[in-house]
């Protein structure tokens, strides 16, 4: 059952998955120290809900999965009646797609944010079929790292950075949340690689936090094998998407509409190392994701003229024909919502492949249950097509989507990155 936690600080309140109680994380609006537990009198019973089996009942579960893994990470497939029940299930209103359960103040707040959003001076994204203009997109000042935590059994130091600027809150990547692991000892200026990691599980029209500590399993392997790595939050976070408001929802949608998919929290993350790490290595930049976080590293190779080479892990590599269904639909009942087709188009990897900037490795389990492997083998061969450099690891992997990744995939995409030199 989740949990209500307000932070002592500032008074900002979180729900939170039960597996984090008596465990601590950092207040996203002060940085303050937050321990998990419960308010007793904010606590909600919510019905309950189905969980999806798993065809492997031993397989490990992250928490950041939980919000959209297997069956409830898109039902789409089903035509438009499992649209609407998504709309009911997910966003916890029965007339979602009538947009009925909206009050009068939810939508003078979505209002006024969708104002603000228009004040800020944003490029012009262009058409569904161009690339985003992400090179257009300011950069924030950038603070200096933090003294470092000490991560047990690892040699790996992790710096907790909060790239905050209040002048601008909703300036696209102006406050992002990083954590950088760090190989320990001296070294020397361009000396290590940078492996950039995005956190998993939305429902690629809304972005994610960098809480919990389970993303130390995509994380540390890179660290361990010489790398900086940095993990990094997306903008258009949603605390509890499977109960969020329309206006929350529509929120959320514009910031990561805004932040070209989350593609400029990546780039900022990219800035803020080479301006405050010097260890990395300016030519051996790495873009890695597994599932959502996927699809964003197949898009930023199509986009970062920097990159060394990327990694996707069971990525979606057709974003529009996923989700366009259900955009369709609800781009007629929601405002804010009439472009969404077309940021499905632009924010698909196939839209771009033409673009593509830098050597793909991508690994797909055969047996995955969430995004299936032919999608991946299409776009290989669409991209091999194209001229391009991609290699889909080859035998095919066994085990679901998570596992398949961390028990197989990262090994195989840590040999192919030494493979180019870019490991040692």
């Known amino acids: 059952m989740p949990i209500n936690v307000t932070c002592p600080n500032c008074f900002r ?9 008596g465990k601590s994380f950092r207040c996203k609006n002060c940085s303050a120290a937050v321990k998990a537990e419960p308010n ?33 990470y898109w039902i789409l497939g089903g035509g438009v009646g499992a649209l609407l029940l998504l709309g009911m299930m997910c966003f916890g209103c029965a007339s979602f797609l009538a947009n009925l359960g909206m009050s009068p103040e939810e939508r003078a707040e979505l209002e006024r944010t969708l104002a603000d959003q228009e004040e800020l001076d944003l490029p012009d994204q262009g058409g569904p079929s161009t690339p985003f203009p992400l090179s257009e997109y300011p950069a924030p000042e950038f603070p200096e790292l933090p003294l470092p935590e000490s991560l047990p059994e690892s040699d790996v130091k992790l710096y907790r950075v909060n790239i905050s600027n209040p002048g601008k809150p909703l300036q696209p990547g102006f406050n992002t949340e990083i954590n950088v692991y760090m190989p320990d000892g001296d070294h020397a200026p361009a000396s290590l690689p940078l492996v950039l990691v995005a956190p998993a599980g939305t429902r690629l029209i809304y972005g994610n936090s960098v809480d919990g500590s389970d993303y130390h399993e ?18 258009g976070y949603l605390a509890d998407p499977d109960n969020a408001r329309d206006s929350q929802f529509m929120a959320a949608y514009s910031s990561f509409r805004s932040a070209c998919a989350g593609m400029v929290n990546c780039r900022n993350a990219i800035e803020f190392a080479l301006q ?33 080479a990327c990694i996707a892990y069971c990525p979606c590599s057709d974003v529009e024909a996923r989700v366009g269904p259900f955009a369709n639909e609800l781009k007629k009942s929601l405002k804010g919502c009439e472009d969404m087709p077309e940021f499905l188009t632009k924010s698909s990897p196939r839209t771009h492949i033409n673009h593509v900037q830098c050597p793909i490795f991508l690994f797909h389990s055969s047996d995955d249950t969430n995004t299936p492997y032919a999608g991946s083998v299409e776009f290989t061969d669409m991209v091999k097509s194209a001229g391009k450099d991609i290699e889909l690891s080859q035998p095919p992997a066994f085990g679901d989507h998570y596992t398949g990744m961390i028990e197989e995939g990262i090994p195989r995409g840590i040999r192919w990155l030494k493979s180019r030199k870019i490991l040692e």
Request: proline share 9%; charged share 30%; net charge positive.
């Open 13 to 21: 309140e979180y729900r939170l998955k039960d597996e984090m109680l």
């Open 40 to 72: 007793d009198d904010l606590v909600e019973s919510p019905p309950p809900r189905r969980e999806a089996k798993s065809r492997n009942p031993s397989a490990k579960k992250s928490r950041k999965r939980t919000k959209g893994n297997n069956a409830t």
């Open 218 to 235: 995509e994380t540390l392997p890179y660290a361990k094998e010489g790398a900086v790595v940095i993990h990094y939050s997306l903008d």
């Open 276 to 308: 405050r790490i010097p260890a990395v290595d300016p030519n051996r930049i790495v873009v890695a994701g597994h599932s959502s976080a996927g699809t964003l590293a197949l898009l930023m190779s199509e986009h970062e003229p920097r990159l060394a």
